[in-house]
C-alpha cells in the first residue's frame, strides 16, 4: 500500500501560483512513477502531469504546458506541482496517484486539494 497526501491548495488570483505537494508513505516511492490529476466540479477527472519514477522524464497536458512542472524529491517521498500563471480554468480538485512502474496503471490516489482560481 502507497498512502499519498496532498497539500498547498488554495484560492488565488488569475496570473498568481501555488504549489502543490504530494507526500507519500508505505512502499518505496521511488518504485513508483508519480502522476497529477484535476477534477473540475460537474466534469471527468482528467490527466495533468506525470513524473517518471527517477525524476528523469516528464510529460504534461497541452493546456498547462509552460505553466505547470511537476518534480520529485525521493529523499522526502514527495511529489510537487508548481504551478504559474493561474487560470480561472484550473480551478478543481487535484489528486496525486502513484503508478506502477510494472503494470502501467494508478493504483493509488490522494484525497486530493482544492485550487480555486478568482478572476
Known amino acids: 500500500q502507497v498512502q499519498l497526501v496532498e497539500s498547498g491548495g488554495g484560492l488565488v488570483q488569475a496570473g498568481g501560483s501555488l504549489r502543490l505537494s504530494c507526500a507519500a508513505s508505505g512502499r518505496t516511492f521511488s518504485n513508483y512513477g508519480m502522476g497529477w490529476f484535476r477534477q473540475a466540479p460537474g466534469k471527468e477527472r482528467k490527466f495533468v502531469a506525470h513524473?517518471?519514477?527517477?525524476?528523469?522524464?516528464?510529460y504534461y497536458v497541452d493546456s498547462v504546458k509552460g505553466r505547470f512542472t511537476i518534480s520529485r524529491d525521493n529523499a522526502k517521498n514527495t511529489v510537487y506541482l508548481q504551478m504559474n500563471s493561474l487560470k480561472p480554468e484550473d480551478t478543481a480538485v487535484y489528486y496525486c496517484a502513484a503508478q506502477s512502474v510494472v503494470a502501467g496503471t494508478f493504483d493509488y490516489w490522494g484525497q486530493g486539494t482544492q485550487v480555486t482560481v478568482s478572476s
Open positions: 513524473i517518471s519514477s527517477s525524476g528523469g522524464s516528464t
